[in-house]
């Protein structure tokens, strides 16, 4: 987050295989939780605000 920070980024997006069980802390400080597929797999994308972490 701190790299997002010094490059000006507002959001950053983590992408979990959906195998992988749910985080809550993320959950918790995410702006978004959503299901998405990039290159044919199924990934959990955690949305977060830089400025709020």
Do not use: C
């Amino acid at each position: 987050m701190v790299w997002a920070k010094d490059f000006n980024h507002k959001t950053v997006f983590i992408h979990f295989l959906y195998t992988r069980p749910e985080y809550k802390f993320l959950r918790k400080i995410a702006k978004n939780v959503s299901q998405s597929e990039l290159y044919g797999s199924q990934f959990t994308t955690y949305e977060l605000e830089v400025d709020s972490a």
